[in-house]
């Protein structure tokens, strides 16, 4: 069995994951967990020796429960390994972080000018944006961007609700553009699969921490969530060619898998 968490942000002040061991129960009766993106922070040089710990804890930890750890790029971990995305089920699933919908990675961001100037000069040198693996690979390179802002940015992020509330939805702006990211996330999900996966029957995101399961254009799109103070987190679990959502619970300090939300024959109709 597969399972797919995504946005831990394990190390980042606001994370509710404050140690790797709170996620065991999620390794334990899986052969994979697949960690999709914004697993740690990878943007800026004095966070690097910390997320390679957070990287190895988590490997650590899924090795224990007798499970393989794979990690796929986020916007925050850009260079935490070279997969940015994954076909699973013959084709049939496609799974990546997801901010590869928003030109500018993070509308709701205070940084999405800066990075979209630098999606624009990324996807410029592309000859075939249809090419997911291209379009990721550029996307990649556009979220380095933000580097040289690292002293400048990190400061700003400090524990407890409050600062992550401010952090979320001040200025005010944010707030609508973050309501409007959620709302059109289904939507880009599988306008993104028509064009580059169309074969895929599913697509299984994270990114905007907004989780749910929706059916749009006969494609099933799943956001898992995030792990932070507002998030709802998801596991997505894969097994033969059933998939199942389920809630993330957490308990004594633990984090485990929860009752099923959703579960789907992908060989059959979604």
Not at 119 to 127: Q, S, V
């Amino acid at each position: 069995m597969i399972r797919i968490l995504s946005d831990l942000h394990f190390g980042y002040s606001s994370s509710r994951v404050k140690a790797a061991e709170q996620l065991a129960p999620l390794a334990e009766g899986a052969e994979e967990v697949l960690f999709n993106g914004d697993t740690v922070e990878t943007r800026f040089p004095q966070e690097r020796d910390r997320a390679r710990e957070a990287v190895a804890a988590l490997r650590n930890v899924c090795h224990t429960a007798g499970a393989h750890a794979v990690f796929l790029t986020g916007n925050h971990d850009p260079d935490v390994t070279e997969i940015h995305h994954l076909e699973l089920a013959d084709g049939a699933i496609l799974v990546t972080h997801g901010d590869v919908l928003f030109h500018g990675l993070s509308p709701w961001s205070t940084e999405a000018a800066v990075l979209r100037a630098a999606h624009d000069r990324e996807l410029a040198a592309l000859g075939h944006p249809e090419d997911l693996t291209r379009r990721l690979e550029a996307l990649r390179r556009a979220a380095r961007v933000l580097e040289p802002l690292g002293a400048k940015l990190m400061p700003r992020v400090k524990p407890g609700l409050w600062h992550a509330l401010a952090e979320h939805f001040w200025p005010p702006w944010r707030t609508l553009r973050i309501l409007g990211g959620w709302a059109q996330t289904p939507f880009l999900a599988n306008a993104l699969a028509a064009r580059c996966v169309p074969q895929a029957r599913c697509v299984i995101l994270g990114h905007t921490h907004f989780s749910g399961v929706w059916r749009v254009g006969g494609r099933l799109v799943v956001n898992t969530g995030g792990f932070t103070p507002m998030g709802r987190p998801l596991a997505a679990e894969l097994e033969g060619n059933t998939l199942t959502v389920r809630k993330v619970v957490f308990a004594h300090g633990l984090f485990w898998p929860g009752r099923a939300v959703a579960r789907r024959d992908i060989g059959g109709e979604a």
